[in-house]
């Protein structure tokens, strides 16, 4: 699987938008896209994955470059409660039930 | 759909006992993978089980292992527990396992070895 990179902190005002990136510039074809979070403690949380297109749900919207280098998971209205450790995680066809957590980025939500 | 549950939720045992952690997935759901998170390595994948088969292994010393059941019901067992072993151990489950399903993941059984 293909290796990512993340800010390992950044901090977003409540009601505003989170936009968090993610480089995986060596991704291949059919690498898949995933995001969790995890709040302390917690299990980790699925978000969302895609593959090549953008991809919206009820959570958060991702955006993936054309040459799919990179991607921005985008957290539309945070609030105190979005306030986790966010993973970005490619996976490939051979993974067989494992995801590779990296550090991820500590979101820090504030009034 | 009741989501995947670990039991049981907290463990504590002295060092060269035995544990086994036990996890049930989300109903449908017959890939079970478990993980170890530590504050030192984070969170580290150690095996998925697909129709009762180990079908993927981290790299974790044999004291690790697991099994699923016919239900897709799940158990990992560590022998000769170490302090090292301490940890939140995960369990997460998923459709068939593929890279297009999603895992989903429990809320963990926190093992403290003393």
């Known amino acids: 699987d293909a290796k990512t990179t993340q800010p390992p902190s950044m901090d977003c005002a409540e009601g505003r938008a989170a936009n968090l990136p993610c480089n995986h510039s060596?991704?291949?074809?059919?690498?898949?896209v995933y995001w969790y979070r995890q709040i302390h403690s917690q299990g980790p949380q699925y978000i969302i994955h895609?593959?090549?297109n953008n991809e919206t749900n009820e959570m958060a919207s991702l955006i993936i470059t054309e040459d799919r280098k990179s991607s921005t998971l985008i957290l539309p209205h945070a609030t105190l409660r979005d306030t986790a450790v966010y993973y970005c995680i490619v996976r490939g066809t051979d993974s067989w039930g494992k995801l590779q957590f990296g550090a991820g980025t500590q979101v820090v939500v504030t009034p | 759909k009741a989501g995947v549950t670990q039991t049981p939720r907290y463990l504590i045992k002295t060092r060269g006992q035995q544990v086994t952690l036990s996890c049930s997935p989300i109903s449908g759901h017959r890939s079970v993978s478990w993980y170890q998170q530590t504050p030192g390595q984070g969170l580290q994948f150690l095996f998925e089980?697909?129709?009762?088969?180990?079908?993927n292994k981290g790299n974790f010393p044999g004291r690790f292992s697991g099994r699923q059941f016919s239900n897709s019901r799940s158990e990992m067992n560590v022998s000769t527990l170490e302090l090292g072993d301490s940890a939140l151990y995960l369990c997460?489950?998923?459709?068939?396992?593929?890279?297009?399903?999603?895992?989903?993941f429990g809320p963990g059984t926190r093992l403290t070895v003393l």
């Open positions: 997460a489950s998923s459709l068939q396992g593929e890279s297009y399903n999603e895992q989903f």
């Open positions: 060596t991704i291949s074809g059919n690498e898949y």
């Open positions: 895609g593959l090549k």
């Open positions: 089980y697909f129709s009762e088969t180990q079908r």
